[in-house]
């Protein structure tokens, strides 16, 4: 089974940046797809972003375009968020995800659509 584990976590000031990590490890490693969702304090799980293996294709929730950005390294079978003018309402556990295929463009946001998920990483942005 796929092991995520997610880094880079931590407390910056607001407009600052964090580049988050996820490393895979399994027998294989070959998802249809990444994503990261966040989950702030007393709400639910909500999307962030999400890339194609193939690198190519990216989307995000519109509280975090031209902000963030996903990226991957099918090489060292990692995926990346990176942050920047960070928010405090970016303020959230921070999770990783890997879609084994592909269930359509309805299900992008869905947390359901992805098989494997990290255990978390805080990230705070102090005003």
């Known amino acids: 089974q796929v092991q995520l584990v997610e880094s880079g976590g931590g407390l910056v000031q607001a407009v600052g940046s964090l580049r988050l990590s996820c490393a895979a490890s399994?027998?294989?490693?070959?998802?249809?797809?990444m994503g990261w969702f966040r989950q702030a304090l007393g709400t639910h799980r909500e999307f962030v972003a999400r890339i194609n293996w193939s690198g190519v294709m990216t989307y995000y929730a519109d509280s975090v375009k031209r902000r963030f950005t996903i990226s991957r390294d099918y090489v060292k079978n990692t995926v990346y968020l990176q942050m920047n003018s960070l928010k405090p309402e970016d303020t959230a556990v921070y999770y990783c995800?890997?879609?084994?295929?592909?269930?359509?463009?309805?299900?992008?946001?869905?947390?359901?659509?992805?098989?494997?998920w990290g255990q978390g990483t805080q990230v705070t942005a102090s005003s």
């Open positions: 399994g027998r294989t490693f070959r998802p249809y797809a």
């Open positions: 995800a890997a879609a084994e295929t592909n269930t359509g463009w309805t299900t992008i946001r869905t947390a359901a659509s992805y098989a494997y």
